[in-house]
């Protein structure tokens, strides 16, 4: 097996602000595969250096210059192993992905330049992921990778690259400063600094999740004018639908959604919220094609896009039960229920369907 003689070693780096509250729990997490721990401070004023002091000694500080790829390829010049992987200090290895990663570290081809892991956002109670997608977690250390976009930023995949099942879960205590990216993109804008595709797409994601729908309706349009990632083109689609809803303009929102079909083969997403779009209107028929087409579909996951995992699931059926009890199909939308049931038993609309099937076979 290729790699098999040769551990490879793995720098940790970080970058934190007034962390204390979670950073004992990342680093707990991260002490049994990092065989190096760096912690690059951009102006902690509570207990977060302290709680860095009992797992490393290297620890800096850095002038936060509201630009997040600065910070990063600060804690990536001091790196001093094989691999440089970051972890934010709201991020969680769980046990059996540290297994997995000490796996990694005794497998993989020392010629590799990149490895790509699942970043779950959001996840059900017992672990599974609901909202995920890949990110460039471990990089060749010395290969002059760097660090891109002051917010929301990113490294440009390149050489061989490598696709994990590992998963690193995102475990988001509170809200610091939920304000903070949107300052920044405004600032950008005011100073007249150019966006690339990726930043004004992520601007208008931001504005969207102000509650800026009108201006994230123009900016977003804006990026699809222009160039960029077909996976972000696909997303845009979506969170235009989502604005364009929250406007109250349901019909264009629809036809944003099928706008995504022009980048690439159809996302459940985009079919679940074209079925909603039936749904609401009590075309039930046309409700069904969406949400059975979106249960026919599989997420890509090595695309590298955001994938909402219930809208290829959970949601289709529990939906689907509704429609056909409206068309008078008791049997089929049972049976959704039933599929719907294996996979959520504990969902409120679980247990209504429950209740409601019982009296109506009483």
């Known amino acids: 097996m290729p790699g098999a003689d040769i551990l490879i070693t793995i720098s940790l780096c970080m970058i934190v602000k007034n962390e204390e509250k979670v950073l004992a729990r990342c680093l707990e997490s991260a002490k049994g595969f990092a065989d190096e721990i760096i912690i690059v401070d951009t102006g902690s004023q509570d207990r977060t250096k302290e709680i860095a002091r009992a797992y490393t000694e290297k620890i ?18 001091k790196a001093s192993m094989d691999y440089c992987m970051w972890l934010d200090a709201d991020d969680v290895v769980t046990e059996e992905n540290q297994g997995k990663l000490k796996v990694l570290k005794e497998r993989l081809d020392p010629d590799t330049d990149m490895v790509m892991m699942k970043y779950a956002i959001s996840e059900t109670q017992d672990g599974k992921a609901l909202f995920s997608y890949y990110r460039e977690r471990l990089v060749k250390n010395k290969r002059g990778f760097l660090w891109a976009g002051r917010v929301h930023e990113a490294i440009s995949p390149e050489g061989k690259v490598v696709y994990s099942e590992i998963t690193i879960s995102h475990r988001k205590e509170g809200q610091k400063d939920p304000g903070r990216n949107l300052r920044i993109y405004e600032k950008m804008e005011k100073e007249g600094e150019a966006f690339d595709g990726r930043s004004r797409f992520y601007y208008g994601r931001e504005l969207m999740a102000h509650g800026r729908y009108s201006e994230g309706i123009k900016t977003l349009e804006a990026f699809l004018e222009g160039e960029g990632w077909t996976e972000n083109k696909i997303e845009a689609c979506i969170n235009l639908a989502e604005c364009f809803q929250a406007l109250g303009q349901k019909e264009k929102g629809a036809k944003a959604l099928t706008g995504s079909f022009l980048y690439g083969a159809p996302r459940g997403e985009a079919c679940f919220g074209l079925g909603r779009y039936f749904q609401e209107r009590e075309q039930w028929k046309e409700a069904i094609f969406w949400y059975e087409t979106a249960l026919k579909l599989s ?17 289709p059926e529990i939906n689907l039960c509704v429609c056909y009890d409206r068309l008078g199909d008791r049997e089929k939308a049972y049976a959704y229920h039933l599929k719907a049931r294996e996979r959520k038993p504990d969902a409120e609309a679980v247990k209504w369907n429950e209740q409601y099937f019982e009296g109506t076979r009483a």
């Open 60 to 77: 800096y500080d850095f002038s936060w210059k509201d630009d997040f790829s600065a910070a990063r390829n600060e804690s990536f010049s």
């Open 299 to 315: 997420p890509p996951a090595e695309s590298g896009g955001f994938i909402r995992w219930d809208y290829y699931g959970y949601l």
